[in-house]
């Protein structure tokens, strides 16, 4: 095991080859190890039993995934949360790290950015699955009807409909735009079906001098347009709860709790199908040890930022005057929901303590648990967001603390990791997931300042 | 319009809810009750007539028991930890239903606008607009809204034969997958307003009241018109010192409650409600 913490092991090896980057990555378009159809099909069973599950509650009817009143909510809302918090990582590495100039993120943005894109439309499916008639949805979308029947402007849903709508078209171009030269690349080395896929997809790409400074200019105005966008949709996704009335919403600090939360998950499930690509694909080159090591400090930092905003919250509700919203919080810590709570609270602030440790950082291994629990974690803050407020609200005749979600709640949530699993592989072995064209550029960056350093 | 004037003629564009104007706010009608718990015995005759007049579905013991009931009109009862000693002083009943909000948290939240204010003060429910994502009653202090989880009148036997028969023809039978509550029963109260209007009057005190005051064998639901100061409602209301658009009331500033027993549930909500609740007397010495 090579040791990074000495501050010598580069991001990415300078002597790697032009031709040596394109078929690495080319490769893990056609050969991948027998990991991913292992994954594969482990995604497509998850998947078949969301289906069953929302077929079988489509027609009876959401009664039998155990909702109740006051339990109208359950983990459909919680896992949408959750979905869109992951949709936050992409657009940190892509777009944010584009602007600061962190060239590390290059190997890694192209899946994170696809992490996006698929996170997106898998929490745009909660919202469709949990509405009570689904066939219905077109009403809450502000199209012209002839009967002048307008959504209400002041409902945060509708607001969430247009944010969401919003983020993932531009999310959905920025990737598209993003890999158009990779496309090129493809197209160049394809031969059958897959050289008309590529040839539409690349636009007629030449990498003639006008066709980089076009791009350049486009990618950046997206990736601009992007970083406002993304904060503002988990803003608002917050603002479904910060603008309720209820206990445990109805607060001030939620929209940044959120973002910071969003931007927490999204990292952690970066950290995941960073090792899950690097072994599937033998990415081991482009998806260096010392990338890793920089993606578990950024974790780090917002894990913190995380803890703070909520231990901001609980202070507040603590020391306020609300005595329902105090009632409720003694009641998510010592009541049937404070295994959950207590979970979150540890998986939230004190795992991430570990990253702290050079070895943890250095490990893959260590590194997988580590995401996986944070990303537990951030899936049990949701929940506790969600549920408990609707155990424990305003009015003591309908409190229920012994509502438990059912079984096709639970399908349909692992089923939504199956959809995204599907939608992810697919798009890894049809789209190249390390961006061919920016690592080159990083290393021609380092093998350029290497020689400035010899000559000077 | 020009920015300028919007904001020079402010007050015009906003719309305080309820004004303090009752008069203005609801010229004609504005539908409210008044509650005796006093008088209440919990005896449940409102629920049962509730359910008769609304074709409300009756879900059967296991979903009872999962919290999927359907009652509209539901009765409280709550055993008073002090009276542990006593328990021959009984429970106290709280009767609890739609608390008609002049400022309903459910109707700004609604993606699609199905639950609205009505001229008449009254929090309405549409339900072929209402496309079920549930935020009204997520949003709902009371938790007084009753979602479709099965498909009552399809799929379920909510009214085995011949029940159907004795369903109410003025009102719908609700699908799966939409909220309901309870309207006052609007279908009354339209079918009253509409005949008093075809006799160019206003409807008269007593002359429409919903299931559950009409059945209340001791007269506890007491229904009226807010906005004719003459009906029994409306003096009720005067005579507990309860005003509609207030979130404080003047009498509980005193210390004695003003020495009347008026109150309205979770009032500093601010959700303006229209059911004015009167306090039970116990007998401390009994």
């Known amino acids: 095991m090579p040791d990074f913490t000495k501050g010598e092991e580069k991001d990415i090896r300078d002597t790697i080859a032009w031709a040596q980057i394109n078929g690495d990555v080319l490769r893990s378009l056609s050969k991948p190890r027998f990991a991913f159809w292992a994954l594969f099909t482990f995604a497509l069973c998850l998947f078949s039993i969301g289906v069953a599950c929302e077929v079988y509650q489509w027609r009876r009817g959401l009664g039998v995934a155990n909702f109740d009143n006051p339990h109208v909510w359950g983990l459909y809302i919680s896992t ?224 913190m930022v995380w803890t703070y905003l909520n231990f901001v919250e609980y202070a507040s509700v603590w020391y306020g005057d609300d005595m329902y919203a105090k009632d409720l919080l003694i009641q998510k810590a010592t009541g049937p929901y404070s295994p959950f709570w207590w979970g979150m609270n540890f998986c939230g602030s004190v795992v991430p303590l570990l990253l702290l440790s050079k070895s943890v950082r250095g490990s893959p291994t260590a590194m997988m648990i580590v995401s996986l629990l944070l990303n537990l974690g951030m899936w049990l803050e949701r929940w506790m967001i969600v549920a408990p407020t609707f155990s424990h609200g305003y009015y003591p005749w309908t409190m229920d603390h012994d509502q438990w979600p059912g079984f096709v709640q639970w399908g349909i949530v692992l089923g939504s990791f199956g959809w995204f699993g599907l939608l992810f592989m697919l798009f890894c072995k049809l789209v190249p997931s390390v961006s061919m064209y920016e690592v080159k550029e990083m290393v021609y960056h380092r093998t350029l300042a290497q020689r400035h350093a010899r000559e000077a | 319009m020009s920015i300028t004037r919007m904001f020079r003629d402010w007050d015009k564009y906003r719309k305080a809810s309820p004004s303090g104007d009752l008069e203005k706010d609801h010229p004609d009608y504005k539908w409210a009750m008044a509650i005796d718990l006093d008088i209440c015995t919990g005896c449940n005759a409102c629920v049962v007539a509730c359910y008769a007049e609304n074709n409300v579905p009756t879900v059967g013991k296991d979903r009872f028991e999962h919290g999927q009931t359907m009652h509209w009109l539901r009765i409280e009862r709550y055993w008073n930890e ?55 009653s997520a949003n709902c202090p009371y938790k007084v809204r009753y979602f479709n989880w099965y498909d009552y009148p399809e799929q379920e ?130």
């Open chain 1, 80 to 303: 949408f949360i959750f979905w869109i918090g992951m949709s936050h990582s992409g657009t940190l590495l892509s777009a944010i790290l584009h602007i600061i100039h962190a060239d590390w993120r290059k190997p890694i943005y192209r899946f994170a950015e696809a992490m996006t894109t698929f996170s997106l439309m898998t929490a745009g499916l909660f919202v469709l699955i949990h509405l009570g008639r689904l066939w219905k949805f077109y009403y809450s979308l502000p199209y012209p009807s002839e009967r002048m029947l307008w959504p209400n402007f002041q409902s945060p849903l509708l607001w969430d409909a247009i944010a969401i709508f919003t983020y993932l078209t531009s999310s959905i171009l920025f990737l598209y735009v993003g890999a158009i030269p990779d496309f090129a690349i493809c197209r160049d080395n394809a031969t059958g079906w897959r050289k008309h896929f590529y040839s539409m997809l690349s636009l007629g790409w030449m990498g003639t001098d006008r066709q980089w400074r076009s791009f350049r200019v486009t990618y950046l105005t997206i990736a601009c347009f992007l970083i406002p966008l993304a904060v503002s949709v988990h803003s608002i996704v917050a603002s479904d709860f910060a603008m309720s009335q209820q206990p445990g919403w109805h607060v001030t600090s939620f929209p940044p709790y959120f973002v910071a939360g969003a931007l927490y998950s999204g990292c952690a499930a970066i950290i995941t199908l960073f090792i899950v690509l690097r072994y599937t694909f033998r990415f081991e080159e482009y998806m260096t040890m010392p990338i890793l090591d920089k993606v578990g400090r950024l974790t780090f930092a917002i894990a």
């Open chain 2, 82 to 136: 002090a009276d542990a000693e006593t328990p021959h002083r009984g429970a106290q009943f709280m009767p609890m239903m739609c608390q008609q909000c002049a400022a309903a948290p459910c109707e700004t939240v609604c993606p699609v606008g199905a639950t609205n204010q009505t001229p008449d003060g009254l929090n309405s429910q549409v339900y072929n607009r209402c496309i079920g994502s549930r935020y009204c």
């Open chain 2, 157 to 286: 036997v909510a009214w085995p034969e011949p029940l159907p028969m004795q369903l109410n023809p003025d009102l719908t039978v609700r699908s799966k997958g939409i909220m309901e509550k309870c309207t006052f029963c609007i279908q009354r109260l339209r079918a009253a307003q509409s005949t008093a209007r075809t006799e160019g009057r206003l409807v008269r005190d007593g002359e429409v009241l919903p299931a559950c005051a009409q059945s209340c064998p001791s007269g506890a639901i007491v229904f009226g018109n807010l906005a004719d100061p003459y009906s029994q409602v409306a003096k009720l209301w005067r005579q507990q010192q309860v005003e509609l658009h207030k979130d404080k009331q003047d009498k509980d500033k005193t210390g004695d409650n003003g020495g009347v027993r008026g109150y309205r549930i979770l009032e500093e909500l601010r959700a303006y409600p229209s059911v004015l609740y009167l306090e039970r007397v116990r007998d401390t010495k009994a």
